[in-house]
């Protein structure tokens, strides 16, 4: 079956960095758009950053542009998620999630990895 494998999160100062990892399996990788998204306490999931099947396009939510750097190795079947300069509105559940190429929707989610920031 699918699995997404997140990892990475933990608990960081405001200004430090992270780099989340998610580990696919069961799935043809590199023809699934992979994203991140992430649930704060007592909020909606939202949309964090995006990438597409072959890594040529990337998208960002405005309150990280410039902060965060999507990427993938479809070699490893893992996309990566780096975040730098983390400010305590960072704090959340992180999930990422595979929606294969066509599709309008995520297929496939994972059980999430928590990051905290502290002030």
């Known amino acids: 079956q699918v699995q997404l494998v997140e990892s990475g999160g933990g608990l960081v100062q405001a200004g430090g960095s992270l780099r989340l990892s998610c580990a696919a399996s069961?799935?043809?990788?590199?023809?699934?758009?992979m994203g991140w998204f992430r649930q704060a306490p007592g909020k909606e999931r939202e949309f964090v950053s995006s990438i597409t099947w072959g890594g040529g396009q990337t998208y960002y939510t405005d309150s990280v542009k410039g902060r965060f750097t999507i990427s993938r190795d479809n070699a490893k079947n893992t996309v990566y998620l780096q975040m730098n300069n983390l400010a305590p509105e960072d704090t959340a559940v992180y999930y990422c999630a595979a929606k294969r190429f066509g599709h309008s929707s995520y297929d496939y989610w994972g059980q999430g990895t928590q990051v905290t920031v502290s002030s």
């Open positions: 069961g799935l043809t990788f590199s023809s699934y758009n």
